[in-house]
């Protein structure tokens, strides 16, 4: 079994900057890739960034590339997400995930374990 718990959300200003965490617990954290996605109102949950089990490797979804940064530390059993130049449309849910992959996946059906959640908000 494992646990995930997202923190770090808010409200910001457009252009401004928020890092989200999220601590893992009660899994070899380690061992695994993991993910950000997010979910807008009435939207469906879209990919945001993964990252693989060691940290060498990255992906993210187009609109975030050059804005938004994945990274990990393991003997924290921590993922972090740094998001800057926020715009309104980044508003959403951000979920972190992860699986039984040790290599970045991009579709959310390929992770097992979901955190609750963390709302960002961003106002023009």
């Known amino acids: 079994q494992g646990q995930l718990v997202e923190s770090g959300g808010g409200l910001v200003q457009a252009g401004g900057s928020l890092r989200l965490s999220c601590t893992a617990s009660g899994r070899t954290f380690s061992s695994y890739a993991m993910g950000w996605f997010r979910q807008a109102p009435g939207k469906e949950r879209e990919f945001v960034a993964a990252?693989?089990?060691?940290?060498?490797?990255?992906y993210y979804a187009d609109f975030v590339k050059g804005r938004f940064t994945i990274s990990r530390d393991n003997a924290k059993n921590t993922m972090y997400l740094q998001m800057n130049s926020l715009k309104p449309e980044d508003t959403a849910v951000y979920y972190c995930?992860?699986?039984?992959?040790?290599?970045?996946?991009?579709?959310?059906?390929?992770?097992?374990?979901w955190g609750q959640g963390t709302q960002v908000t961003v106002s023009s």
């Open positions: 995930a992860t699986g039984n992959s040790r290599y970045v996946r991009t579709r959310a059906y390929e992770y097992n374990y």
């Open positions: 990252i693989s089990w060691s940290g060498g490797s990255t």
